[in-house]
């Protein structure tokens, strides 16, 4: 099993940066792809950015130029720098993380969640 523990969430006025980290434990795994999600109240959780093994990025339109995910895959980490932030940032955002958990009989492969952080900015 794998699990996943966030931080760096908080509260920030407009314009300012935050940096969050997630990083994945457990057994015997390895990670592929990883990516941040985020959910305002009343909305869909929506996809912020992800990254793959090989360092590909993809970016939420809404986000793009302002934010940056990045990895260190030694210590199992992924990260999201989020800069000129803006009061419609404010979500709840989770880490995701794609990975293999090899067994005596085999592998698992899922997707798995943390728990969330809060972010919040003021105007």
């Known amino acids: 099993q794998v699990q996943l523990v966030e931080s760096g969430g908080g509260s920030v006025q407009a314009g300012g940066s935050l940096r969050l980290s997630c990083v994945a434990s457990?057994?015997?795994?390895?990670?592929?792809?990883m990516g941040w999600y985020r959910q305002a109240p009343g909305k869909q959780r929506e996809l912020v950015a992800t990254?793959?093994?090989?360092?590909?990025?993809y970016y939420a339109d809404s986000v793009k130029g302002r934010f940056t995910i990045s990895r260190d895959n030694a210590k199992k980490t992924v990260y999201l720098q989020m800069n000129s932030l803006e009061p419609e940032d404010t979500a709840v955002y989770y880490c995701?993380?794609?990975?293999?958990?090899?067994?005596?009989?085999?592998?698992?492969?899922?997707?798995?969640w943390g728990q969330g952080t809060q972010v919040t900015v003021s105007s």
């Open positions: 995701k993380v794609d990975a293999r958990v090899v067994g005596a009989f085999g592998a698992v492969y899922g997707a798995y």
């Open positions: 990254i793959t093994s090989g360092g590909s990025t």
């Open positions: 457990g057994r015997s795994f390895s990670i592929n792809a």
